[in-house]
Nanobody, 125 residues
């Protein structure tokens, strides 16, 4: 069974940084993708960033390019989302999610069948 544990959210001021962590169950194979999604009140869940664990390819939504980075630590089975220069519009509940496969795109929420619990990120102005 795939299990994900997300952590690292909190309250930060505009321009600040946070690092989210997503620790996954250990798998024999590395052909899977970990995605970070977020959902703000009254809005649909959107993909923020994804990483293909087997080859390290990544995806970022346009609004976070240049500010967020994603990385994978195989020794800890953990994917990190480093968020810098945070803005009020980054405020949301952030979720990590898992799907099998090696290619990043297309990114469809419905393709991710395993989700961690959300972690709240609040950016105050």
């Amino acid at each position: 069974e795939v299990q994900l544990q997300a952590s690292g959210g909190g309250l930060v001021q505009v321009g600040g940084s946070l690092r989210l962590s997503c620790t996954a169950s250990r798998f024999t194979f590395d052909d899977y993708v970990i995605g970070w999604f977020r959902q703000a009140p009254g809005k649909e869940r959107e993909a923020v960033s994804c990483i293909s664990v087997i080859d390290g390819s990544t995806y970022f939504t346009d609004s976070v390019k240049g500010r967020f980075s994603i990385s994978n630590d195989n020794t800890r089975n953990t994917v990190y989302l480093q968020m810098n220069s945070l803005r009020p519009e980054d405020t949301a509940v952030y979720y990590c999610a898992f799907r099998w496969g090696t290619t990043i795109t297309p990114i469809l929420v419905s393709d991710f069948h395993h989700w961690g619990q959300g972690t709240l990120v609040t950016v105050s102005s």
